[in-house]
């Protein structure tokens, strides 16, 4: 799976009516964002955007025995790569992430390891130090949504895109 991953909060209640309708839940994100590239709001700008870094991350902490799991956490929504994240689902990771400083996962960090299991991007060896930079801060962006969002009560969706 080769693309960008992006967290959104919504209420509890917003959740249950994207997956009792999906396309809800497409219209809920596009209305949510509502950019087509022309009004310059980057997709950075959101809080749970992990871009491509998600696989790395999870790579990360994999290695550091977290049982957070990005790519798999949550129930799928539809076949297009939405998966719903209950309020307990959001709280449950925010408090894994809480107990994973930076520093812990940057140990795991391993260029050569990356290329070889081939973790998407595949981007590790041709900087290491800025590619770790670039990890180090969607983590921050991961943690911090995750925190911000548990705090708040709020579920989430998963986006692939």
């Not at 959101?46 to 025995?65: E, H, N």
């Not at 998966?83 to 408090?95: H, L, M, P, Q, S």
Request: avoid cysteine.
């Amino acid at each position: 799976m080769g693309t960008v991953m992006s967290f959104t909060a919504l209420t509890p209640q917003q959740l249950e009516r994207a997956t009792e309708d999906p396309d809800r839940a497409g219209e809920f994100l596009d209305a949510h964002y509502d950019h087509d590239g022309e009004d310059g709001i980057a997709p950075e700008a959101f809080g749970g955007y992990l871009d491509k870094a998600w696989a790395g991350v999870q790579f990360l902490l994999d290695a550091a025995d977290a049982t957070v799991e990005l790519d798999q956490g949550g129930y799928p929504i539809d076949d297009k790569g939405l998966n719903g994240w209950t309020v307990e689902d959001v709280r449950r990771t925010a408090g894994q992430l809480r107990e994973l400083p930076w520093e812990r996962l940057a140990e795991h960090y391993d260029p050569v390891r990356m290329t070889e299991r081939a973790v998407y991007p595949g981007v590790w060896q041709s900087d290491p130090e800025g590619e770790l930079e670039y990890l180090r801060v969607h983590y921050a962006v991961l943690v911090a949504f995750f925190d911000d969002a548990a705090r708040a009560g709020s579920a989430a969706i998963l986006q692939f895109g």
